[in-house]
T-cell receptor, first 112, second 111 residues
Framework: EAQVTQNPRYLITVTGKKLTVTCSQN?????MSWYRQDPGLGLRQIYY???????DKGDVPEGYKVSRKEKRNFPLILESPSPNQTSLYFC???????????FGPGTRLTVL | AQSVAQPEDQVNVAEGNPLTVKCTYS??????LFWYVQYPNRGLQFLLK??????LVKGSYGFEAEFNKSQTSFHLKKPSALVSDSALYFCAVRDTYQYIFGTGTRLKVLA
């Protein structure tokens, strides 16, 4: 089944404790992206990647890191999480052209 | 700067009536426009997109959208609403490789 998976689905952590949210897709897509969803703000793009070792900043990259060492994986790293990073996070993938994005189920992160 | 506006936080419509969810955009160049739907506790699902060609785009679940270049709009429509259409709808525009999403419109279809 074609899908985007994210882990963990739920995470409660404390300020400053490094964490990684994993994202994996099985559709051989070149393009992958991370978003955060906040009430009243919709979805905002954090980082995106056009291919292995090629990443770029979205609208809200501060406090986040990403890496794309393999085509199928695109982890999101919060090296020193803060409470304002409490949010619902989505990973998505698509072909490189103006293609349909497939979204993962989401990761709800709470930073205390 | 590229932007997308969804002017209505919520739209209420009676089951069986036509529905419209509004979206306007601002981009330089030709826009790539998308509509996605989010059901409770789920990820986003693709509904339809406009890249080029016919201004009326048909998508999943009976939805369609009309691209209007002069009004810079891409409103989502359905001729007859179902209670099961109740969800959060997002309009998005792609600029090169970056996506800009609107703030979302909650559609409530009343039985």
């Amino acid at each position: 089944e074609a899908q985007v998976t994210q882990n963990p689905r739920y995470l409660i952590t404390v300020t400053g404790k490094k964490l990684t949210v994993t994202c994996s897709q099985n559709m051989n897509h070149e393009y992958m992206s991370w978003y955060r969803q906040d009430p009243g703000l919709g979805l905002r793009q954090i980082y995106y990647s056009m291919n292995v070792e090629v990443t770029d900043k979205g609208d809200v990259p501060e406090g986040y890191k990403v890496s794309r060492k393999e085509k199928r994986n695109f982890p999101l790293i919060l090296e020193s999480p803060s409470p304002n990073q409490t949010s619902l996070y989505f990973c998505a993938s698509s072909g490189l052209a103006a293609d349909t994005q497939y979204f993962g189920p989401g990761t709800r992160l709470t930073v205390l | 700067a590229q932007s997308v506006a969804q002017p209505e936080d919520q739209v209420n419509v009676a089951e069986g009536n036509p529905l419209t969810v509004k979206c306007t955009y601002s981009v330089s160049g030709n826009p790539y426009l998308f509509w996605y739907v989010q059901y409770p506790n789920r990820g986003l699902q693709f509904l339809l997109k406009y890249i080029t060609g016919d201004n009326l785009v048909k998508g999943s679940y009976g939805f369609e959208a009309e691209f209007n270049k002069s009004q810079t709009s891409f409103h989502l429509k359905k001729p007859s609403a179902l209670v099961s259409d109740s969800a959060l709808y997002f309009c998005a525009v792609r600029d090169t490789y970056q996506y800009i999403f609107g703030t979302g419109t909650r559609l409530k279809v009343l039985a």
